[in-house]
């Protein structure tokens, strides 16, 4: 943990334990997207005595920071990721919740496009598509025939 110990101080943040320790788990998780409930489960679990209310205070951190970025899918709930500097796109399935990142140049060259036809220049955005599985494997179907 010593790097991310010099990770967090170049940003301006102590390297509390806490920190570490979260830091840690978006590094080491096969989740990418993590809530901030998800975190304080995984620390429990580890045997950490940590309150819920200081996960959300060091996620914030790190968000204002850099280091992740919050994205609200369906639920209304924050869910974070490590930054890692590369955009990408979210596609997300409604019946089990799994998040599948994407990154498309055409996307991105006719987001860019249209902006600048109306008169835009675009600093950040966020694609989310929301779209039903065609699964058969789908772990929460409903046991409905999806569409397709």
């Given at each position: 943990m010593s790097?991310?110990?010099?990770?967090?101080?170049?940003?301006?943040?102590?390297?509390?334990?806490?920190?570490?320790?979260?830091?840690?788990?978006?590094?080491?998780?096969?989740?990418?997207?993590?809530?901030?409930?998800?975190v304080y489960r995984a620390l429990m679990n580890e045997g950490m005595d940590i309150g819920l209310a200081t996960v959300y205070r060091v996620l914030t951190q790190f968000e204002?920071?850099?280091?992740?970025?919050?994205?609200?899918?369906?639920?209304?709930?924050?869910?974070?990721?490590?930054?890692?500097?590369?955009?990408?796109?979210h596609l997300v399935c409604m019946q089990c919740g799994k998040v599948e990142e994407?990154?498309?140049?055409?996307?991105?060259?006719?987001q860019n496009k249209i902006a600048e036809e109306r008169g835009y220049a675009i600093r950040e955005h966020a694609l989310y598509i929301y779209a039903d599985c065609k699964r058969e494997n789908c772990p929460n179907r409903d046991g409905e025939q999806q569409g397709g």
């Open positions: 790097d991310n110990s010099k990770n967090l101080k170049s940003i301006g943040l102590k390297a509390t334990y806490p920190r570490l320790k979260i830091l840690d788990l978006f590094q080491s998780s096969d989740q990418r997207h993590l809530t901030a409930e998800d204002q920071a850099g280091l992740l970025e919050r994205h609200y899918f369906e639920s209304g709930k924050a869910v974070f990721e490590l930054n890692e500097g590369g955009h990408h796109d994407f990154f498309d140049a055409e996307i991105e060259r006719r």
